[in-house]
């Protein structure tokens, strides 16, 4: 069984995932980070030469693979939920948590990050505050269908996020079969 986090970027994704492997003892995997890694180019340069096609191509195959270990910490990228095959094959072996926060606090702190433009590429060319809440729109029912629970980490710490996660966790999680079944 996995933990994977899901939610829009700069929602806490990799910072909780971190700690929260740390506290289990468990491995913690980027999906985005990966897919970098293997394809040696930053995720901007893989959209501006190949589309976001080809990129969520990648992201599908890291998905799978990563999908079908057991005892990782997964935070996948903002938009993996999107595809319905990458939340099944999730689902199957893991507990879905969907990170969340306001547009305005992601706007902070995407701001606030000076990486922001090499790892995220803008998704509408729009104004920052506005693409996220049109992005958060689209992507909200998504984001709900696919996670077993949701955590605000707009008023959270860390710590916080990471507890509130470990007490979500079902009885029997981790004990060989799917939290759903």
């Known amino acids: 069984m996995n933990i994977v ?8 994704k990799s910072a909780v995932g971190k ?3 740390e506290k289990l003892g468990w491995d913690f995997v980027d999906s985005d980070a990966l897919i970098q890694l293997r394809s040696g ?3 901007p340069q893989i959209v501006a030469e190949d589309g976001w096609a080809v990129f969520r191509d990648y992201e ?5 693979e990563l999908a079908r270990k057991n005892n990782l910490v997964i935070a996948t990228g903002g938009g993996a939920v ?10 199957e072996n893991g507990w879905l948590v969907w990170l969340q926060a306001g547009p305005e606090t992601i706007g902070d702190r995407m701001a606030a990050d000076i990486g922001t433009g090499q790892v995220r590429p803008s998704l509408t060319g729009a104004d920052p505050v506005a693409e996220i809440t049109a992005v958060l729109l689209e992507r909200e029912p998504h984001y709900d269908n696919a996670g077993d629970i949701a955590i605000d980490t707009g008023s959270l710490a860390l ?6 996660i470990i007490d979500s966790l079902p ?3 981790g004990a ?4 759903r079944h």
């Open 171 to 173: 009885p029997d999680f």
């Open 41 to 43: 180019r930053p995720i």
């Open 60 to 64: 599908r195959q890291v998905i799978s």
């Open 5 to 12: 986090l899901i939610g829009y970027r700069c929602c806490g």
């Open 159 to 164: 710590q916080e996020v990471v507890d509130r």
């Open 82 to 91: 999107l595809d319905d095959r990458n939340v099944a094959q999730l689902q």
């Open 176 to 179: 060989g079969s799917s939290p």
């Open 19 to 21: 700690l929260l492997a």
